[in-house]
């Protein structure tokens, strides 16, 4: 089992950046792929980004690709989301999770953060 807390959200305008983190538990982190989801008001949860448990593979929303970039460093229990050129329409609460690659990519991960906003002003 592993517990996940998401850190760096905030309000930035648009084009500009954001680093967000997410911490985990236990000692077989790296044995976890890792995705970012996000929600936006009134619409359905999303998938952004994943990396795979050593990091050799990665996946990214269309939406984002080019401008988010993923990495982890399973020595510190941490995956990071970095936010470049950010848009309005990236608004939303950020959630981490962990659990196999397909269940990451299927959207349909056991684990979950609590979550943290992100809000992008025009």
């Known amino acids: 089992q592993v517990q996940l807390v998401e850190s760096g959200g905030g309000l930035v305008q648009a084009g500009g950046s954001l680093r967000l983190s997410c911490a985990a538990s236990g000692r077989t982190f790296r044995t976890y792929a890792v995705g970012w989801f996000r929600q936006a008001p009134g619409k359905e949860r999303e998938f952004v980004a994943a990396i795979s448990g050593l990091g050799t593979n990665t996946d990214f929303a269309d939406s984002v690709k080019g401008r988010f970039t993923i990495s982890r460093d399973n020595a510190k229990n941490t995956v990071s989301l970095q936010m470049n050129s950010l848009k309005p329409e990236d608004t939303a609460v950020y959630y981490c999770?962990?659990?196999?690659?397909?269940?990451?990519?299927?959207?349909?991960?056991?684990?979950w953060g609590q979550g943290t906003q992100v809000t992008v002003s025009s």
């Open positions: 999770a962990a659990d196999s690659w397909r269940s990451i990519v299927n959207t349909t991960p056991n684990y």
